[in-house]
């Protein structure tokens, strides 16, 4: 609610610093008094160079605060004040009605010029929200003896008005600030045309080599802030081989624009990127438009010197790149006809042009050992037995039907081949290659039947010709997976590993799950992944209302640095085993030499301590902070989803577990399982490593090697070690 105030009023503090024009920000939270205010007061006469320079020192410092502008009226009692009110007042719809009604605060719109009245992201007033927004407004003009005539209403929104048709802005303006139809204006947004030459050139195809161009021509520009003489050199040359025209190195950005400004090529880039377009469309484009094949790599030269371009402090282009990150919907698979194996998309929508037609399974895989199922729904299916029941009698065959869940479709549970790791994982060797999926020729506790790839109707025995649609060659063997009568169109137990299902809190849950990532949780992680490495971190949150971006921020913004911790251990754990206390020391020695990241992951430490004020207690505090993270990581029980345990990352040795402790000898007898040794116990210094990560357990490795800006290895082992007493300890042991 408070969002948009707080950001005008940080514009405000660096517009009206040294102007003299009071302004203050009075919602819930601000300072009753002003001793109360947490931030730097400015001096009496600061001026807008002033405060820039106290930010940017603050800012250089790593000291978080606001800095008070002697305009500002930054608490309450300065605001009360008798004939003090700010000349600019900015709140929220709910305080304003609270400072109408309480008497400590009505005083301040007495008298009250109320030149202006602006009300910002004027499309969220409808309903009723809108009709007691506006009744809220009258109340006020009414208080300060204002008529609708004597006050300028003005109302922002980036969707109500439209250029092709005003009524409808003009309609909600007249009714919301009580005002005639023929008073309200709509004023639009234009943006200044760019000045390009009258008479343009086009550039013939770009001599060379373009993507050492393109590398000379970033390198340049990049550096010609740290290195002006050679980045100018490099660039100046680099532009001649490009274009035969030489470079004013004296005013080479005013230059650059002249040049540019003439060019077609640049132009006709421009005028294509007026509207959002993906490379391989543009560069479709641009060939027609200049009837030659324009390269990436020539695109992306252009759009680099254009922005490098630039005239009285404007860049003859402004390029942005828009990423999108959505989760995956659901997986689906597809059987096409040529394919050795099933056809996975992400999603329903990203089934390509060549699979339309074939009927899409969607997709589980196994939490325990990724073993991959297929989900299907027929009419009266039955597989508690040793065989499948139910179906429609063809001839001498048996069939089942397609059909929709909601319709009241019976569950199967497919598998088209189980994937065994060929390895043993007692191998060290990491310059193997990875192994290679092995097929068995009936998995456990399944029977093949027969799956028809366009209609999905499902044979007992192969046939030629499908009893559904009537295609021929359509069917596909796939394996269909025994149920329970009381848990009939479920996995009971994975085929692969033997991870069984359970019920929790009265439901069965699966020992598979869907392949599925649409919560904000799983498009966060991807979009940091993408964007940690970006000079201007920004990310767009799209939701439906301003409150759930505000909460999805903040939670992002917890989480981000929670992954961000568990890239950093794991980039440790991949190298060698570690102690607790040996770990925590190579972070904390990290966070101490980098401030910024430290802050990014242990904001509760810089509340409590400031490195620079206190710097013994600061360390204290972040090493203590530290540990506690790290054991919560370690302590993760391995049911939960997130954590590096879970996601088999982690394995947990314990110095001191051996098979020759007396307990276990004992406890190994008397369960009659032989010598804990003999059982298959790791004995020695109990190193457990990580098994061979299957395929989603090496995706997992890509993405946290990625968060933490490192490089994943085809074969990871992660180990940490605990201290263990055995001395009179009733434990119990996990066998990995």
């Known amino acids: 609610m408070n969002a948009l105030a707080e950001d005008q009023l940080g514009r405000l503090r660096e517009l009206l610093c040294g102007v003299g024009i009071s302004f203050g920000l009075y919602v819930g939270k601000t300072p009753q008094r002003a001793s109360d205010v947490v931030g730097f007061r400015l001096p009496k006469g600061a001026s807008r160079a002033d405060y820039a320079a106290k930010v940017a020192e603050l800012r250089a410092q790593g000291q978080p605060g606001a800095v008070h502008p002697p305009e500002e009226c930054a608490s309450r009692?300065?605001?009360?004040?008798?004939?003090?009110?700010?000349?600019i007042l900015l709140t929220n719809v709910k305080q304003l009605e609270l400072l109408l009604t309480r008497q400590q605060d009505i005083e301040m719109f007495a008298g009250a010029r109320l030149d202006f009245l602006v009300a910002d992201e004027a499309h969220t007033f409808s309903g009723a929200n809108g009709a007691e927004t506006a009744c809220l407004l009258r109340r006020l003009r009414s208080f300060c003896g204002k008529s609708a005539e004597e006050t300028v209403c003005i109302a922002t929104s980036a969707t109500i008005a439209d250029r092709n048709n005003p009524a409808p802005a003009i309609h909600f303006a007249s009714r919301f600030f009580g005002v005639a139809k023929d008073k309200v204006s709509v004023v639009y947004e234009d943006y200044e045309p760019e000045l390009w030459a009258a008479k343009r050139k086009a550039s013939p195809a770009l001599p060379g080599n373009q993507v050492l161009q393109l590398r000379n021509v970033l390198?340049?520009?990049?550096?010609?802030?740290?290195?002006?003489?050679?980045?100018?050199?490099?660039?100046?040359?680099?532009?001649?081989?490009?274009?035969?025209?030489?470079?004013?190195?004296?005013?080479?950005?005013?230059?650059?624009?002249?040049?540019?400004?003439?060019?077609e090529v640049a132009y006709q880039i421009a005028d294509a990127l007026m509207r959002p377009r993906s490379m391989g469309d543009l560069v479709e484009d641009l060939a027609h438009r200049l009837?030659?094949?324009?390269?990436?790599?020539?695109?992306?030269?252009?759009?680099?010197?254009?922005?490098?371009?630039?005239?009285?402090?404007?860049?003859?282009?402004?390029?942005?790149?828009?990423?999108?990150?959505?989760?995956?919907?659901?997986?689906?698979?597809?059987?096409?006809?040529?394919?050795?194996?099933?056809?996975?998309?992400?999603?329903?929508?990203?089934?390509?042009?060549?699979?339309?037609?074939?009927?899409?399974?969607?997709l589980m895989t196994c939490t325990t050992c990724g073993q991959h199922y297929f989900v299907h729904h027929v009419r009266d299916f039955t597989f508690t037995d040793r065989a499948p029941g139910g179906g429609e009698a063809v001839e001498n065959r048996v069939i089942w039907r397609p059909l929709e869940e909601q319709l009241g479709g019976d569950r199967i549970v497919f598998l088209d081949r189980l994937v065994v790791d060929a390895t043993d994982d007692d191998d060290d060797d990491d310059a193997a290659p990875p192994p290679q999926p092995q097929l068995r020729a009936l998995p456990r506790n399944s029977v093949p039947l027969?799956?028809?790839?366009?209609?999905?109707?499902?044979?007992?025995?192969?046939?030629?010709?499908?009893?559904?649609?009537?295609?021929?060659?359509?069917?596909?063997?796939?394996?269909?997976?025994?149920?329970?009568?009381?848990?009939?169109?479920?996995?009971?137990?994975c085929?692969?590993?033997?991870?069984?299902?359970?019920?929790?809190?009265?439901?069965?849950?699966?020992?598979?799950?869907?392949v599925k990532a649409s919560p904000v949780s799983d498009v966060h992680v991807l979009a940091q992944s993408m964007i940690h490495r970006a000079e201007r971190k920004r990310l767009l949150?799209?939701?439906?209302?301003?409150?759930d971006a505000a909460f999805q921020a903040g939670w992002m913004q917890d989480h981000a640095r929670r992954y961000r911790l568990r890239a950093l251990m794991?980039?440790?754990?991949?190298?060698?085993?570690?102690?607790?206390?040996?770990?925590?020391?190579?972070?904390?020695?990290?966070?101490?030499?980098?401030?910024?990241?430290?802050q990014a992951l242990l904001p509760e430490v810089w509340n409590v301590a400031r490195k620079k004020a206190d710097l013994q207690g600061h360390a204290a505090e972040r090493r203590h902070f530290l540990r506690i993270l790290v054991l919560r990581e370690v302590a993760t029980g391995t049911r939960q989803r997130i954590g590096l345990e879970p996601w088999g990352r982690l394995v947990v040795d314990y110095a001191g577990l051996e098979p020759s402790v007396t307990f276990f000898q004992n406890w190994a007898n008397g369960l009659g399982v032989g010598s804990p040794r003999a059982a298959g116990w790791r004995g020695g210094d109990a190193r457990l490593h990580a098994p061979q990560p299957d395929s989603v357990g090496s995706r997992s490795a890509d993405l946290l090697q990625d968060l933490a800006g490192g490089r994943s290895r085809d074969r990871q082992r992660i180990s940490a070690a605990i201290p263990w007493r055995s001395q009179g300890l009733e434990a119990t042991a996990r066998s990995f």
Request: aromatic share 6%.
């Open 495 to 514: 085929v692969g590993c033997s991870a069984i299902g359970r019920v929790q809190l009265g439901r069965y849950r699966e020992p598979a799950r869907p």
């Open 77 to 87: 009692e300065e605001m009360q004040a008798v004939g003090k009110a700010p000349r």
């Open 219 to 263: 390198e340049a520009i990049g550096n010609v802030d740290s290195d002006p003489p050679a980045s100018l050199k490099l660039l100046k040359g680099t532009f001649q081989s490009l274009t035969g025209q030489a470079l004013d190195i004296s005013r080479w950005q005013d230059s650059l624009y002249e040049r540019l400004s003439g060019n």
């Open 450 to 493: 027969f799956f028809c790839r366009y209609c999905g109707t499902v044979h007992a025995a192969r046939v030629q010709q499908c009893d559904g649609c009537g295609k021929q060659g359509a069917l596909v063997e796939l394996f269909a997976t025994r149920q329970k009568q009381e848990q009939q169109g479920k996995l009971i137990s």
């Open 541 to 547: 949150v799209f939701s439906d209302n301003r409150q």
């Open 570 to 598: 794991f980039v440790r754990l991949s190298q060698t085993p570690l102690q607790i206390g040996t770990l925590v020391s190579q972070l904390d020695q990290e966070l101490d030499q980098d401030d910024d990241l430290s």
């Open 291 to 362: 009837g030659r094949p324009v390269p990436e790599e020539e695109v992306l030269i252009w759009l680099a010197l254009g922005a490098a371009a630039q005239r009285e402090g404007r860049a003859l282009l402004r390029p942005v790149v828009h990423a999108f990150v959505r989760g995956v919907a659901g997986g689906v698979v597809t059987f096409p006809l040529k394919a050795t194996s099933a056809r996975l998309a992400l999603s329903a929508e990203e089934v390509g042009p060549d699979e339309q037609g074939l009927f899409r399974l969607p």
